[in-house]
């Protein structure tokens, strides 16, 4: 059997024996949770295949599988960025800013330079990450990590400063006519993740990209600039991430709030997913759709008393038992 | 006028949850494993110390509790890693979100209520540790013990380590226990005597774990440089209110600690590879 698709199959029978652990896992947790075990996984099932579920998923599948699908990019060549959570707030910003101050009017072109230009400052943003690697040795993990919560401030410096509209610290919404459907939101995300698929594996990047984490020697002395090549990977992903905050902004959210401590947290689930996806952006989108599908389920089960840190809980140990259960049949796939 | 001294102190109980953490997390490091999941530790550590403190009425118990939640978590980490051979980066991430989820459901159960909390002797007694005692252990453990050198090389290179007879498995688990230990130490410490003062908020417990992650590097996985570096950022927390009262807006005074670590990186990456210091060699390579 060929390779690639050993791999394929292997992933696919960790994914699914990943998948009924975390049931039971989760069915033994949910016992505590004062509903009882049947209980809980009752409301569990009748949540998880609610029409309800899936479609309040989307929106939140759109900056989760932008991150994810520009992240898997940049793990392949080893830059290890979690800098997309700032880059989809930014691009927020931008689309915004450029939409509601700048334009002042909504029409499709102008909808499309927004989200554009939310790209741009995102590839900015993701760009500085590459920036301070590649020229002064900075470590991408922190700077990332340190940016994003530069973005934060800064989100929440215009919702309580220049931008703030009214009593509460926010801005005022789009009117209806600065907005995309829902569908476009998805389609421009998943048309970004193909065209990265298409990206790495028909082009001799995809080729250069791998060098540059498995084979660094060679890759030097094949020509492979090693410091282009983290540029280029960061400037992409931070413009893919940054047109999924823009998409977010201007399908789901309409205006700008005040932000906590955590972030918006689609940039963080868009690691889990780039990872879980097998570092493919293709796999990275499917990754995305459950985590985005599991993270909608919050707001379902809240309505039966379980709270949502549970649900949260709840994530974590889907994802750790999918890994668990891949990890042990890629090795046995590789035997 | 500025109280300096007022605010030298204030940095303390900040300074001393980022010492341990990233202290923790650098013996981690140098003995060539990589735990993303300092942030979840610590939530979950904190959450568990104010349910057992508040329900045995005792917060050495509490703080005990905590420490070994996060040792479970850690050693969680060791079977995915080790174990099964799973991704680090993932693994670690995904015990972020276990953790805040499993230690924010605990602390909600205490519906708020005020816990017992640890006395100031025992708060001076975990300072020292963090930001005297423990820099200098490990600075000696580390750098100048033969037990240091068997640690450091699973940093830089595993499979000379496993060659030479050095029994990989046993002391990364070992490092992992210590891992844990520590940060859930910070975790309950923060509980007690951070911005809460002992009574559960929801979220209001976040970013610490990221930072000490960010630390380890600003002190460049050396015990003196963490310590250093713990401090100069939680100086530049204590210094946020002082910030606002010249006229900064409170959401640009709450970023300058990151902003000022980002740009002190830059300027002193150089500075740490001239002195010597050096990163494992698993973990970070320019």
Redo the contacts between chains.
């Keep these: 059997m060929n390779t690639r698709l050993r791999g394929v199959i292997y992933g696919a029978i960790g994914l699914v024996l990943g998948l009924l652990f975390s049931v039971l896992v989760s069915l033994i947790l949910g016992s505590f949770t004062g509903l009882g075990a049947l209980g809980f996984s009752k409301i569990f099932l009748s949540s998880l295949l609610s029409k309800d579920t899936w479609t309040s998923a989307l929106p939140y599948f759109v900056p989760i599988a932008a991150s994810a699908s520009g992240l898997a990019l940049a ?1 392949r060549a080893g830059f ?1 960025t979690i800098g997309a959570e700032g880059q989809v707030m930014l691009g927020a910003v931008a689309a915004y800013w450029l939409l509601y101050y700048v334009i002042g009017h909504g029409s499709v072109a102008a909808v499309t330079a927004a989200i554009l230009f939310a790209g741009l400052v995102g590839a900015l943003y993701g760009g500085l990450v590459g920036g ?1 690697r590649v020229g ?4 991408e ?3 990332s ?3 994003n ?2 973005a ?3 989100v ?2 215009l919702v ?2 220049p931008w703030q509209q009214g009593g509460y610290t926010r801005t005022a919404p789009l009117p209806p006519s600065m907005s995309i459907g829902l569908s476009a939101a998805v389609l421009i995300v998943v048309i970004a993740g193909l065209l990265l698929e298409l990206f790495i594996v028909f082009t001799k990047y995809g080729v250069a990209i791998d060098s540059v984490r498995l084979a660094r020697k060679a890759a030097q002395t094949y020509g492979i600039g090693i410091a282009s090549t983290i540029l280029i990977v960061a400037l992409i992903q931070g413009f893919v991430a940054g047109i999924g905050g823009g998409a977010l902004l201007l399908q789901l959210l309409r205006q700008l709030r005040s932000v ?3 972030g918006w947290g689609y940039g ?1 689930m868009g ?2 997913a780039a ?2 996806g097998g570092l493919r952006p293709l796999g990275a989108l499917a990754a995305s759709l459950l985590i985005a599908i599991l993270y909608s389920m919050r707001s379902t089960l809240q309505l039966y008393g379980v ?1 949502d ?9 889907i ?2 038992s999918v ?2 259960f891949t ?2 049949s890629m ?1 046995r796939g590789e035997r | 006028m500025v109280n300096v001294a007022a605010l030298l102190s204030q940095a303390l109980p900040y300074a001393t949850v980022y010492a341990l953490a990233a202290q923790g997390e650098l013996f981690l490091e140098r003995a060539g494993l990589f735990n993303l999941g300092l942030e979840g530790m610590i939530y979950l550590s904190a959450g568990v110390t104010a349910i057992i403190s508040l329900y045995t009425g005792s917060p050495v118990y509490g703080l005990l509790a905590g420490i070994v939640s996060s040792i479970v978590l850690a050693l969680l980490y060791g079977f ?1 890693v080790i174990t ?4 680090q ?3 670690g ?6 953790g ?6 605990v602390g ?1 159960a205490t519906g708020g209520a005020v816990t017992p909390s640890i006395g100031i002797l025992a708060n001076d007694l975990i300072v020292v540790l963090a930001l005297l005692v423990l820099p200098i252990v490990l600075y000696f453990m580390l750098f100048r013990s033969w037990l240091g050198y068997v640690v450091r090389s699973l940093g830089e290179n595993v499979a000379t380590a496993r060659a030479l007879g050095v029994p990989v498995t046993l002391t990364r688990i070992a490092a992992l226990i210590i891992n844990g230990a520590l940060v859930g130490l910070a975790g309950s410490y923060l509980f007690f005597t951070g911005p809460l003062g002992s009574r559960w908020v ?3 417990l ?2 610490w774990g ?1 930072m000490s ?2 630390i380890v ?2 002190g460049y996985w050396h015990p003196v440089g963490v310590v250093a570096a713990s401090y100069l950022v939680g100086l530049l927390y204590a210094m946020r209110p002082l910030l606002e009262t010249v006229g900064i ?1 409170s ?2 005074a ?2 300058t600690p ?2 000022v ?2 740009i002190a ?2 300027v002193i ?2 500075l740490y ?1 001239k002195m010597n210091v050096k990163p494992p060699t698993a973990i ?1 390579s ?1």
């Excluded at chain 1, 002064?136 to 470590?139: E, I, K, M, R, T």
């Excluded at chain 1, 840190?309 to 974590?316: H, P």
Aim: aromatic share 12%.
């Design positions: 793990y290890i301070l002064l040795g900075v470590n993990i922190l700077s990590l340190m940016l919560y530069i934060i401030g800064i929440n410096y309580a400063g906590g401590l955590g963080y690691i889990l990872w879980l709270s840190s549970f649900v949260l809980a709840l994530e974590a140990i994802v750790l890994l668990a990890t042990l090795r | 995915f099964l051979g799973a991704d980066a993932v693994t991430l995904s015990i972020v979100f276990l805040i989820g499993l230690g924010d459901v909600r929801s979220m209001s976040l970013g990221w992650l960010g590097i600003l807006p959401s640009i709450d970023v990151y902003l670590v980002i990186l830059a990456s150089a590879e970070w320019r």
